[in-house]
């Protein structure tokens, strides 16, 4: 191992006593004077040393293309074609070559091993109940009701989406579930943790083979999973591809003047001026933009679960009950997304009490009720302020 000079490259930004973006970037220097004011921060999340990046994070996005090929795999059913237990089980775990990429196929991650571990046996589960009824679904072309699996048509034209019995929809169960399990757990209760960025972790020497410090490499990974690009919020279209890049697709959306105006600036910042104080060794400032990024990646599931809820309030006012469940589907997994947060505000008393009584008794969609889903609205609500007053227009 050796030591080696960094530096930081781009068109650079000076962060002092001054708020940025939503007024949650906290400044670079502290009232005794132990960190640097004028700390050098980069506009765009690029870092090199002796002329060559220091940032790694492929394995990350491996991962979310991972999901994005499994969500493809999964919307055939939708259409009503069989999908396979153990092609799904197999991309989960990356095992006997079920991607189309073969780079996928030949790389050395996976998704299940990076998976909150309590809640690994519930995909493949799920999982093995899609296989099933969408063999079944395939020859019989059932229609949902309560209590049978089947197809909802959500526009009067075909566009069909399967859900299990109790009216989840399994394309939105995985995709958005993977996206707290995987990458939300990762970011919070691996990445972002005293046991790979706390100030105990190695940053004096790069890694063998590496171009990186253990403690610069960890906050890479966390960003990783953000799945933005080096230059967030620039760029347009934001993303290389038509693809929903999961979490950056719905920061995206609430940076609205009416809604979270800068949130898309505030964490990038946030991950920006973090790996800039390890570089510097400013360990009060990483740790400040480490709970901005607890904060607002938390703040985003909590919008994005109540912007569903509303979507199915209206859906249920309009006796609307296919769109009223692909809708629920993705409240219940973005307020699931928020227990994975140890810094999470809201208790987990009441997320499940969300999740198994207000979205319907013990999860079954077919007995929500608007009065049970503004409930469940009003309690998230309460719990994340900066969320009070825009509650009705997300």
Not at 77 to 90: I, Q, R
Not at 190 to 215: F, I, L, Q, W
Not at 365 to 390: H, M, P, R, V
Request: proline share 2%; aromatic share 10%; glycine share 6%.
């Amino acid at each position: 191992m050796k030591m080696q000079s960094l530096q930081l490259v781009k068109k650079s930004v000076y962060i002092g006593l001054t708020a940025v973006s939503l007024g949650f970037l906290t400044s670079c220097g502290d009232d005794d004077g132990d960190t640097d004011p004028l700390m050098e921060v980069p506009s765009t999340y690029e870092f090199e040393r002796d002329g060559e990046s220091s940032v790694s994070f492929s394995g990350q996005t491996t991962r979310l293309d991972m999901l994005a090929e499994m969500k493809a795999l999964v919307l055939n059913a939708d259409g009503g074609a069989s999908v396979s237990e153990s092609t799904l089980l197999n991309m989960f775990a990356n095992e006997n070559n079920p991607f189309e990429d073969s780079e996928l196929n030949s790389a050395t991650k996976d998704l299940e091993s990076k998976t909150f571990i309590s809640d690994v046996d519930f995909y493949k589960d799920l999982f093995a109940e899609l296989g099933t009824v969408s063999s079944r679904i395939e020859s019989e072309g059932t229609t949902a009701s309560q209590g049978v699996a089947g197809l909802l048509d959500r526009d009067g034209n075909g566009k069909t989406i399967l859900v299990n019995e109790k009216g989840w929809e399994y394309t939105q169960f995985i995709e958005k579930g993977l996206m707290g399990a995987v990458f939300y757990n990762q970011i919070y209760n691996v990445y972002m943790t005293d046991d790979r960025v706390g100030d105990a972790v190695s940053n004096d020497v790069v890694e063998e083979g590496t171009n990186y410090t253990s403690m610069e490499h960890h906050w890479d990974e966390a960003f990783g999973y953000f799945g933005v690009p080096i230059d967030f919020p620039a760029g347009d279209p934001v993303l290389e591809s038509d693809e929903d890049r999961f979490w950056a697709k719905y920061t995206i959306d609430l940076d609205d003047e009416a809604l979270l105006p800068g949130i898309n600036s505030t964490l990038m910042n946030a991950y920006i001026t973090g790996r800039t104080a390890i570089v510097n060794k400013q360990y009060d400032i990483k740790d400040q933009q480490r709970e901005l990024i607890y904060k607002w990646h938390e703040i985003v599931a909590a919008a994005t679960a109540i912007h569903y809820l509303n979507s199915t309030i209206d859906d249920f006012n309009n006796n609307d009950i296919p769109n009223a469940f692909h809708h629920l589907s993705e409240a219940y997994m973005f307020t699931k997304a928020l227990q994975y947060s140890p810094n999470k505000v809201i208790t987990q008393s009441e997320i499940n009490t969300i999740l198994n009584t207000n979205m319907g008794t013990d999860a079954d969609f077919w007995t929500a009720t608007i009065e049970g889903l503004t409930t469940a609205k009003n309690t998230i609500a309460s719990k994340y302020t900066e969320l009070e007053a825009i509650k009705d227009i997300l």
